[in-house]
């Protein structure tokens, strides 16, 4: 209603994005580091991370990413098995 658009508004002025841009950046950062510090599946992070539908949660991760969390997970166990080697 109302009362949330007001403070919608009022925090975009002073944060300089939405109240649902924050929440989904917050989750998305929860989300990577599940991702880069358990074995949890996808969609265990995706649940606990707050959302219902592992494809919206793969869309909005590609977003503030730049990948799919499968991807991701990818990535990270690529870098740490390039370090292992190192080592």
């Known amino acids: 209603g109302g009362n949330f658009d ?3 508004r009022t925090f975009k002025k002073v944060t300089g994005q939405t109240i649902f841009r924050y929440l989904n950046r917050v989750r998305i950062q929860a989300a990577k580091e599940l991702i880069e510090n358990s074995d949890l599946s996808l969609t265990q992070i995706c649940s606990r991370v707050g959302y219902e539908s592992l494809t919206y949660f ?3 991760f590609k977003e503030f990413t730049g990948v799919t969390p499968s991807q991701f997970r990818r990535q990270i166990r690529s870098r740490a098995s390039d370090r292992r080697e190192v080592l």
């Open 6 to 8: 007001y403070m919608n």
């Open 58 to 60: 793969g869309r909005v």
